[in-house]
């Protein structure tokens, strides 16, 4: 009977972590990406995201108290197998959460560093158990949470984007890790310093990798997301506010992957790329469609156009807009959709071909 019955909360959780970790990091993801986090301004999202942040932050204090011997209650030091575990489900959520919010606004083209980056800690999190317990480990993790976190819910705030909003992000961040680590000194100084160093070597490492990922265009520039995209041969707003488009006919299973699509070109035919993009509620700006064509002779894109137009945030299914050009070149083409600050928000590639007879054509309406 014995080896049904775990002697102690400690031997439970052992036994069946490799069971209730796995199904609670999906349930946790399906939850995050269909129902609890489908927009970034949403109040149920920031305060689910908030409740992560504060729980981890008890969680690695209560941890550390703990292993200084600064609590001494019978219930606590009978709770302590479960504080690990419960910081692991708070940065799991954490993770989740930024993975179902960054991938949507990233154009995995430019931006797939990062949202790789985030799955990897996402299904990584379930072997960082024991990691918990060290100080070091604790601070830098929750570093990058924070500042992650910051990056969008700034301009969600302040309805505004850009470089000054990422460099408040990152003060922020420095400044309340700077004052989360000046608490943990005082409620367990033993441990405190003597991880001191190392928390700060992570700090620094953490805060430069992403300033360079930021400049670099690799970060995706969140709160704004791409909704659809996609290249046409008309484009008509109707009086209701709608978009009637005209496109060619694809195969149902290319219609879920919509990347670099055959334009066949006619004489006096336009070519239209349309996108919606979502920015938060009170988030007015602009957006540009930087046109691209891929010299063959010397292998580098050469933009050919610039057009841009203002949208305005808070509309579900994004603010949609176009722009068209006349005869393009035969080859490869792609139209980038970028912030005024040279962000990328997604891309349309295509190649196109000249054809004598106009393509059979599919209308839809967005």
Same mark, same amino acid.
């Given at each position: 009977?014995?080896?049904?019955?775990?002697?102690?909360?400690?031997?439970?959780?052992?036994?069946?972590?490799?069971?209730?970790?796995?199904?609670?990091?999906? $349930?946790?993801?399906?939850?995050?990406?269909?129902?609890?986090?489908?927009?970034?301004?949403?109040?149920?999202?920031?305060?689910?995201?908030?409740?992560?942040?504060?729980?981890?932050?008890? $969680?690695?204090?209560?941890?550390?108290?703990?292993?200084?011997?600064?609590?001494?209650?019978?219930?606590?030091?009978?709770?302590?197998?479960?504080?690990?575990?419960?910081?692991?489900?708070?940065?799991?959520?954490?993770?989740?959460?930024?993975?179902?919010?960054?991938?949507?606004?990233?154009?995995?083209?430019?931006?797939?560093?990062?949202?790789?980056?985030?799955?990897?800690?996402?299904?990584?999190?379930?072997?960082?158990?024991?990691?918990?317990?060290?100080?070091?480990?604790?601070?830098?993790? =929750?570093?990058? +949470?924070?500042?992650?976190?910051?990056?969008?819910?700034?301009?969600? +705030?302040?309805?505004?984007?850009?470089? /000054?909003?990422?460099?408040? $992000?990152?003060?922020?961040?420095?400044?309340?890790?700077?004052?989360?680590?000046?608490?943990?000194?005082?409620?367990?100084? +033993?441990?405190?310093?003597?991880?001191?160093?190392?928390?700060?070597? $992570?700090?620094?490492?953490?805060?430069?990798?992403?300033?360079?990922?930021?400049?670099?265009? +690799?970060?995706?520039?969140?709160?704004?997301?791409?909704? !659809?995209?996609?290249?046409?041969?008309?484009?008509?707003?109707?009086? !209701?506010?709608?978009?009637?488009?005209?496109?060619?006919?694809?195969?149902? =299973?290319?219609?879920?992957?919509?990347?670099? !699509?055959?334009?066949?070109?006619?004489?006096?035919?336009?070519?239209?790329? =349309?996108?919606?993009?979502?920015?938060?509620?009170?988030?007015?700006?602009?957006?540009?469609?930087?046109?691209?064509? /891929?010299?063959?002779?010397?292998? #580098?894109?050469?933009?050919? !156009?610039?057009?841009?137009?203002?949208?305005?945030?808070?509309?579900?299914?994004?603010?949609?807009? /176009?722009?068209?050009?006349? /005869?393009?070149?035969?080859?490869?083409?792609?139209?980038?959709?970028?912030?005024?600050?040279? #962000?990328?928000?997604?891309?349309?590639?295509?190649?196109?071909?000249?054809?004598?007879?106009?393509?059979?054509?599919?209308?839809?309406?967005?």
């Amino acid at each position: 009977m014995r080896r049904y019955l775990p002697k102690n909360t400690e031997e439970l959780l052992r036994w069946y972590e490799r069971y209730v970790s796995p199904l609670s990091l999906l $349930a946790g993801f399906l939850a995050d990406n269909f129902f609890l986090l489908k927009r970034v301004d949403l109040f149920r999202t920031n305060a689910l995201l908030f409740f992560y942040l504060l729980v981890a932050a008890l $969680a690695i204090v209560l941890i550390n108290m703990l292993e200084a011997g600064r609590l001494r209650a019978k219930w606590m030091i009978a709770a302590a197998p479960f504080i690990p575990v419960i910081a692991q489900f708070c940065f799991g959520g954490l993770f989740s959460g930024y993975l179902s919010l960054y991938s949507r606004s990233a154009s995995l083209a430019v931006s797939w560093i990062f949202v790789v980056a985030l799955a990897l800690l996402l299904f990584g999190n379930e072997r960082f158990t024991r990691l918990y317990s060290r100080f070091p480990f604790q601070i830098g993790l =929750y570093f990058f +949470v924070l500042f992650s976190f910051l990056e969008f819910f700034l301009p969600v +705030v302040f309805h505004q984007i850009g470089p /000054y909003m990422f460099f408040a $992000a990152g003060l922020l961040s420095l400044t309340l890790i700077t004052l989360f680590m000046l608490m943990m000194r005082r409620l367990a100084p +033993v441990i405190a310093r003597a991880g001191a160093q190392r928390a700060i070597m $992570a700090i620094v490492v953490i805060f430069f990798a992403f300033n360079v990922l930021y400049f670099g265009n +690799v970060i995706p520039p969140l709160p704004l997301s791409l909704k !659809d995209a996609g290249v046409y041969h008309s484009v008509v707003r109707l009086s !209701d506010g709608s978009y009637q488009l005209e496109g060619e006919s694809v195969p149902w =299973y290319k219609s879920f992957l919509r990347y670099n !699509d055959v334009f066949h070109q006619t004489p006096g035919g336009q070519v239209y790329v =349309y996108a919606s993009v979502f920015a938060p509620s009170g988030l007015n700006t602009e957006v540009l469609h930087q046109w691209q064509y /891929y010299n063959p002779a010397t292998q #580098q894109w050469k933009t050919t !156009d610039t057009i841009s137009y203002p949208i305005a945030g808070g509309l579900d299914g994004g603010y949609k807009g /176009y722009s068209y050009k006349g /005869y393009l070149t035969p080859g490869s083409w792609r139209v980038n959709i970028i912030t005024q600050y040279g #962000q990328i928000i997604g891309q349309v590639a295509f190649t196109v071909e000249n054809a004598t007879e106009p393509p059979t054509l599919e209308t839809s309406t967005e």
